[in-house]
């Protein structure tokens, strides 16, 4: 009896306690639940979608879809460095000479930029250019394997899948010494190859291609299958393959500057390449699909470019930072147009350009703008559908294109020659002397004296950017290619 009644006493006290807990206000409404914000908001950035399977480190290229490749022109050699070059002393500095020398000055040099010497094994002292710390400037032979070695190296670093390696038809073919340099450097290049899993294509330039060397350039062809036995994939595993077949290409087909063969002659070029086991790469004028301003006009160029397996136009020179975006839309019909005719297309992407030293009467530069200027190509040729790319040029400091290593401007040699003489431009021709020539023909003949009225400088890379900023924002191209980094014109900021 007790017991129920503490029980009773006990529920009383625990009604009067909830009673006076809601104060008698029995309309109350507790406040609605936030929801909690997500810790990670949905991203708004987008990513390209490739169609194609990426490529694995270390296994073989099979394809150019889905590769940022370079080319290579490997065409630097220097006293000392054993090059047969070497023997004649107007072409001892190969590809750096102008003018049978190079020296400080317009036309006596070749070329618009320094290469940042701090990672080179073997270097070379020309003796008369100057750094801006008063040091003598030194320069690299791709004759020495550390050389080519290196650049492969760079690539792999930096994300560079490959590159095509440059083979000139003029410099090789009944051109012993041409032959010599170039031959030893592509082993150099196979070498670097293998050791740093790039892939590697050679690529015929046809300047210097006649009718009656097809022969000799088919006969070099097969040589470099039988050498490096480029269908066996355990010989030369990184040889850059298409179709199932080892690629090679012909760049300079379809140009209207007066070429010394025909569509016909490049047809059978290419018909004897394919009879050796080739697949087929074009490179053609920037305006092949409406063969016009720099493509001939004749039908025939498209019946070329179909037989092929990929084609590349070359843009270097045809625009600027301003020019650019009138290229959107014939890039977009370019891809459009490949796809329709099943034809690989891989646009072309350049840096800047400048050749003042070898072209004086150019009188401009394609700026850089801190690399801006290559992201906008790359972004749009991506955004517009292109599968692969290729980026002129890996070592181009001639024509100032080059992706590698050089001087910031601040670095730079000087370029004052130590006695003045004079350059003539003269129906498209250029001469040096020590007097003025007086009552040129032409209407744009000109003669100046070097360096009062013609001074011409080297150019570096900006001040305020790493000597490696081109190599690396090509490395970040290839991730927003794969799909990897948002696609976005913004040039991406290196941590």
Same mark, same amino acid.
């Given at each position: 009896m007790k017991s129920r009644i503490l029980h009773y006493l006990f529920l009383f006290l625990f009604l009067l306690l909830i009673i006076s807990c809601k104060g008698g206000k029995d309309d109350y409404i507790p406040p609605p639940v936030?929801?909690?914000?997500?810790?990670?908001?949905?991203?708004? %950035?987008? *990513? $390209?979608?490739?169609?194609?399977?990426?490529?694995?480190?270390? %296994?073989? *290229? $099979?394809?150019?879809?889905?590769?940022?490749?370079?080319?290579?022109?490997?065409?630097f050699c220097t006293p000392g460095s054993g090059c047969s070059h070497n023997n004649h002393k107007n072409t001892e500095w190969y590809h750096y000479r102008e003018s049978e020398m190079f020296a400080p000055g317009p036309r006596q040099n070749s070329i618009d930029m320094w290469p940042d010497m701090r990672e080179y094994e073997v270097k070379y002292t020309p003796g008369n250019f100057i750094l801006a710390n008063g040091q003598k400037a030194q320069v690299y032979s791709n004759y020495d394997k550390s050389t080519v070695l290196l650049h492969f190296k760079w690539m792999k670093e930096y994300g560079i899948d490959g590159a095509f390696v440059q083979r000139f038809v003029g410099e090789v073919i009944d051109n012993p010494n041409g032959k010599d340099h170039f031959d030893t450097v592509l082993g150099h290049a196979m070498e670097a190859s293998n050791t740093h899993q790039r892939a590697i294509c050679v690529m015929y330039d046809l300047g210097g291609f006649i009718p009656e060397r097809l022969t000799k350039t088919l006969a070099d062809a097969q040589d470099i299958m039988d050498k490096y036995q480029l269908k066996d994939r355990t010989k030369q595993k990184f040889y850059l393959h298409q179709d199932g077949k080892p690629l090679i290409t012909l760049w300079g087909v379809g140009f209207n500057d007066g070429r010394p063969f025909s569509l016909t002659d490049v047809e059978n070029l290419i018909k004897g390449l394919k009879d050796k086991g080739f697949s087929i790469m074009l490179g053609?004028?920037?305006?092949?699909?409406?063969?016009?301003?720099?493509?001939?006009?004749?039908?025939?160029?498209?019946?070329?470019?179909?037989?092929?397996?990929?084609?590349?136009?070359?843009?270097?020179?045809?625009?600027?930072?301003?020019?650019?975006?009138?290229f959107h839309s014939l890039i977009e019909n370019d891809i459009q147009w490949c796809k329709t005719n099943n034809v690989e297309y891989a646009p072309l992407c350049f840096p800047g350009s400048s050749d003042l030293n070898m072209h004086p009467h150019h009188m401009t530069r394609n700026d850089r703008y801190k690399g801006q200027f290559l992201w906008n190509q790359i972004y749009h040729s991506v955004k517009s559908g292109a599968q692969m790319l290729y980026m002129a040029m890996f070592d181009e400091i001639d024509e100032g294109t080059a992706l590698?290593?050089?001087?910031?401007?601040?670095?730079?040699?000087?370029?004052?020659?130590e006695t003045p003489y004079y350059v003539t431009y003269r129906s498209g021709s250029y001469s040096i002397g020590s007097t003025r020539i007086t009552n040129l023909p032409g209407v744009n003949d000109?003669?100046?004296?070097?360096?009062?009225?013609?001074?011409?400088?080297?150019?570096?890379?900006?001040?305020?950017?790493?000597?490696?900023?081109?190599?690396?924002?090509?490395?970040?191209?290839?991730?927003?290619?794969?799909g990897e980094i948002p696609l976005k014109q913004t040039l991406p900021v290196r941590k």
């Open positions: 936030k929801p909690e914000e997500p810790k990670n908001p949905p991203s708004t %950035e987008v *990513f $390209n979608k490739p169609d194609f399977i990426p490529h694995k480190d270390g %296994e073989p *290229f $099979n394809s150019y879809r889905g590769l940022v490749m370079t080319g290579y022109q490997g065409w053609v004028p920037t305006y092949w699909r409406e063969r016009r301003n720099d493509a001939v006009s004749d039908p025939k160029l498209h019946e070329l470019i179909k037989s092929a397996d990929i084609i590349m136009p070359w843009f270097v020179g045809r625009y600027g930072m301003d020019s650019f975006p009138n590698y290593k050089t001087l910031n401007q601040k670095d730079v040699p000087g370029n004052v020659p000109w003669c100046k004296l070097v360096p009062d009225e013609l001074n011409v400088t080297f150019l570096g890379i900006e001040d305020d950017l790493p000597t490696d900023h081109y190599l690396w924002l090509t490395g970040q191209g290839k991730k927003m290619l794969r």
